[in-house]
């Protein structure tokens, strides 16, 4: 087996979930300027809400095909997940939209504490494993090998960034985003009204986090009150790598991420003769994060941004 | 305040914190005794991270890997794993030394940082220390992984030890009575430096760059130095109470130094009244015993209510916590006790 490939494939499947949570950061600091530190945790809402559904089905004695189940369990969770994103941009954002940053940021991180043991109080401390209703059955690709699940995952995460690209590209809708995330008072005086923008940019994120919990869910066979910190950090990571604000950056620094990710890890031990192991895999992203941004500290795709007083 | 009853305050409250671990340890049991010793030392790490956040307006999320590096130097230099025992008034300047050298490590790179990006750096910076404590028990054993290092020396003074309880004039002196009065003592050191920092020329400079780094810098500071010496002081604070954790609790593990502690010490600081020293003490105080509180209050009134548990009490406890800091947030966003300067601030931008 060829291993540099594997690794590459691997990274890929992992960047492209990656890409899609750090779209839910990028739009939202494009067009507020903060940190959501409550993205990670939508994200585990998602994956719990599917899991809870499809074994509620499978448990009803619904025999359906895996992946019939696993759209059920979205079309529940996607909802679920919007409403969420909807009520932490009204609780936790909308009221200290003109304090200082720092305030905000202490509103999410206080948010994401309470999602994360509402998550132990409904769902418990241990993991939950996927339902086995998902073959993984395997594809050879010049001597690596990849799960049709695998290529599920990248395929569908393609097509999503290519839509949420279209709608901020083409529409109505995305040319208020658009506006409003270069200068919202000016929006507003257009027209635009920057509230209802600002809710449906919190509720897009959410739904593409719903699925890429969903992915992670399927893709490690589990789910964990937890999942959403290591996660939504490391979306946040790509996020700033590809130039925070930039939905291409974003996508581009997901993926970059997920195959730097684990070619290290796949590397590590024979560059270092043994010394390091694979599971110093969590420190790639942010050594990679810190040498970015000592060298271009706007992110490959972002812009340069005089200093502002 | 006139000098007279500027210092009755003073002596009042010197005789309440001299007696205070007698007084909770009769009344309340020393396992507050403990949580008292524990406050302080969170006063300590607010306060040094106040250098960093509240005086040079740096936001820095990855804070306890200061105080990991500081307790860390203390467990290595001072218990049966390397079979060194140094003193403690060697190894705890030691342990600060270090702290401070990653505070420059951390400094050095970040110095065109600002906001969030400094924020995100800062974050990975913590996380990265903490996988290698946990990681770092192979090929060589340095800091035994994820099961910590156990045994850690109690300060020593000459032959007095503080981990065993002794009898003073027919009182019982615990360990947690002899730490209290140690850390109170460097607490109030911690205090006048963070005081003397506040108003000297190095103090004004922080404020001076926070508000307007290019005005700052037009008027001749050299921004890199001032950054540089924040960040180096407010881990040295970190440092010293990394040591003092250490060998008070005789066990570390890196999951004593997880990204959650740093955002604890934050929401002190900024819960308090980030750049306000008596707020952000305060912050600490209250951080630290209302959860304590609450669990000690949680299980019983379940109880007494419904009958039996109906919410596991560390769940509760930890729910309640991230909802008062929503809604603290959201009510006084500037903080408990926020400086003159910054509720002025505040005020304005509420009129808009």
Known sequence: MDIFLQQILNGLVLGSIYALIALGYTMVYGIMGLINFAHGEVVMFGAMVTITVISLLTSAGVALPGPVLVLIGLLVAIPACMLLGFVIERVAYRPLRNAPKLAPLITAIGLSIVLQQAAILIWGRNYIPFPPILDHETIDVFGATITQLQVGIVVLCISLMVGLLVVVEKTKLGRAMRATSQNPAVAGLMGVNVNTIISATFVIGSALGAIAGVMVATNYDQAHYYMGFMIGLKAFTAAVLGGIGNLGGAVAGGILLGIIESLGAGYIGDLTGGFLGSHYQDIFAFMVLIAVLIFRPSGLLGEKMADRA | MNANKKLGVFIASAIVLAVLPFVVGSTLGNSWVRTIDFALLYVMLA????????????????????????????????????????????????????????????????????????????????????????????????????????????????????????????????????????????????????????????????????????????????????????????????????????????????ESFGLLESIMILAMVVLGGMGHIPGVILGAVVLTIAPEILRDVIGPLQMHTFGRMIVDPENARMLLFGLAMVIMMLTRPEGMWPSKRRKAEFEDAKKG
């Open chain 2, 47 to 254: 306060l040094g991270l106040n250098i960093v956040v509240g005086f040079a307006g740096l936001l820095d999320l990855g804070f306890i890997a200061f105080y990991a590096v500081g307790a860390y130097t203390f467990a290595l230099l001072g218990s049966p794993h390397f079979d060194i025992h140094l003193p403690f008034y060697i190894s705890i300047p030691l342990g600060a030394l270090c702290a401070a050298l990653f505070g420059l490590l951390l400094g050095t790179p970040v110095l065109k940082l600002k906001g969030d990006y400094l924020a995100i750096v800062t974050l990975g910076f913590g996380e990265i220390i903490r996988i290698f404590m946990n990681n770092l028990n192979a090929p060589i054993n340095i800091t035994n992984g994820p099961q910590g290092i156990n045994l850690i020396d109690p300060i020593q003074i000459g032959g007095f030890s503080m981990g065993k309880t002794i009898d003073v004039a027919g009182f019982a002196l615990n360990p947690v009575h002899m730490y209290y009065y140690l850390f109170l003592l460097l607490t109030v050191g911690v205090v006048i430096m963070a005081y003397r920092l506040q108003y000297s020329r190095i103090g004004r400079a922080w404020v001076a760059m926070r508000e307007d780094q290019i005005a700052a810098s037009a008027m001749g500071l050299n921004i890199r130095n001032i950054k540089l010496l924040a960040f180096a002081l407010g881990a040295l604070s970190g440092g010293v109470a990394g040591g003092l954790f250490a060998s008070f609790q005789g066990f570390i593990s890196p």
